[in-house]
């Protein structure tokens, strides 16, 4: 299984980006996709989740109003389109999938998911 993100780059504030993941070799069809981020010197937190199957999704109240978490199953894709950026949302980008069921308390806690990608940076100036 593979997961490789693109899209990321350096955006003024007030800008926008659209990250993606592509998923490869996985064979189900329900699985959860979440994005996380990670900026120097802090944990990694979860910002976006949803579920491919049912299209469930759960946005940070960090990011509320502002992200949003999409899913191509057509494109084996998981989008992030991230609108109205601030200094604060510069991180590295992670997806990750979790092949098992996670509980709601857990959605965002990083070892509950078995496989990620390499991330994309995102810079707001």
């Known amino acids: 299984v593979q997961l490789v993100e693109s899209g990321g780059g350096s955006v003024q504030a007030g800008g926008s980006l659209r990250l993606s993941c592509v998923v490869s070799?996985?064979?189900?069809?329900?699985?959860?996709m979440t994005w996380f981020r990670q900026a120097p010197g802090k944990v990694r937190e979860g910002v976006a989740t949803?579920?491919?199957?049912?299209?469930?999704?759960y946005v940070a109240a960090s990011v509320k109003g502002r992200f949003t978490i999409s899913w191509d199953n057509a494109k084996n894709t998981v989008y992030l389109q991230m609108n109205s950026l601030k200094p604060e949302d510069t991180a590295m980008y992670y997806c990750a999938l979790a092949a098992s069921p996670i509980r709601v308390s857990d959605e965002f806690r990083p070892s509950a998911y078995n496989v990620w990608g390499r991330g994309t940076q995102v810079t707001v100036s």
């Open positions: 949803i579920l491919t199957r049912s299209g469930y999704n």
């Open positions: 070799g996985y064979m189900y069809d329900s699985f959860r």
